[in-house]
C-alpha cells in the first residue's frame, strides 16, 4: 500500500469514528455575539483600556462578584497603578496612591495577632491581594452548592473568547427550551459550553446549544450604581466588568503596544537609513 493510500485510508477511518460518536458526546455553545459598542481595548496597536469602564468594572466586581469569586493574582496596589482603573500621575506609586489607600482600608482581611496568635480581622493595604470571600475551596464549594466559584484573575486570558465570552456568559441567561430537564442548583446558559444531550426528551437532532452553569443570573439592572451616571444597565454591567477582568488579566497590555509600536517605527527607520546606506556604498559599482 503506497504511502498516499495509506493516509486517505486512516483519514476516512478517523472520519468515520467521529461520525460514530453520539450527539452527547459533543460540547458545544452557541456562537458570541459582539459586544454593543465594541471593546476600546481589542484593537491590535492603537487599542487602549477605558479608564472610567475599568472603575466601573471594578465596582462591579467589588459589590457583586467578590461575594463569591476571588481574585488572587491581583493586589490593591494594583488598581492604581499606570493605565490601571484609579491611576493617577501625581502618584506615580502605586503604594501611595490615596485611593487605594482608601479602598484597601474599607476592607477587612484575616491575619494573625503577632503577639497571641489569635485570629483576626484588619484593614487592608495597598500590598494585600483582593480578599478571598471563603477560607479555602472546600468552604467556597459548600457555600455554592457544592461548585466552588473559579478565581477570577486571569479569566479573560483562561477562556477562549477573553472579555467577549465574559459579557456573553453575564447577559446570555434565557428561559430553557421546552423538553430541557435543568438540574436542581443549576442554571441555562447558551453560552457556556456544554453537554446537554441526556438532558434533551426532543428530537435528537435539536439538542440545544450551551451548557448548565451553577452561578444565578447576577447583574439585574441598577443593581450597581455608577458614579458618573452611567446607565446601569445589564448590558453595561456585564462590559464594564469583562473590561475590569481584561484588564486584571493582562494589566500591561497597554505598555506591551506602546512598546510594540515604538519597535516598529524603530525598524522602519532603520530600514530606510539601511537602503539608503546599500544604495550609497554600492552606487558606482557595477553588478
Known sequence: MGRNTLIAALSAALALAGLSLPASARTTQTELKPVPGGLSFEQPIFGRFDQGSLQRGYKVYAEVCSACHSMNLVYYRNLCQQNGPFYDPKHPNSNDAP?????????????????????????????????????????????????????????ARAREGGAQYIYNILTGYVTPPAGLTVPAGKFYNPYYPGDLG???????????????????????PNRVSFDDGTPSTTEQQAKDVATFLAWAAEPKQTERKEAGLAVMIYLLLLAGVLYVSYRAIWRN???
Open 198 to 220: 441526556s438532558f434533551w426528551t426532543g428530537a435528537k437532532d435539536k439538542v440545544p446549544e450551551g451548557g448548565f452553569i451553577a452561578m444565578p443570573f447576577q447583574l439585574t
Open 99 to 155: 485611593v487605594c489607600k482608601a479602598i484597601a482600608a474599607s476592607i477587612k482581611v484575616p491575619d494573625l495577632d503577632q503577639d497571641t496568635g489569635d485570629a483576626i480581622q484588619r484593614p487592608a493595604t495597598p500590598a494585600d491581594a483582593f480578599r478571598n470571600p471563603f477560607p479555602n475551596k472546600i468552604a467556597a464549594a459548600a457555600s455554592n452548592g457544592g461548585a466552588a466559584p473559579p478565581d477570577l484573575s486571569v479569566m
Open 285 to 287: 559599482v557595477s553588478h
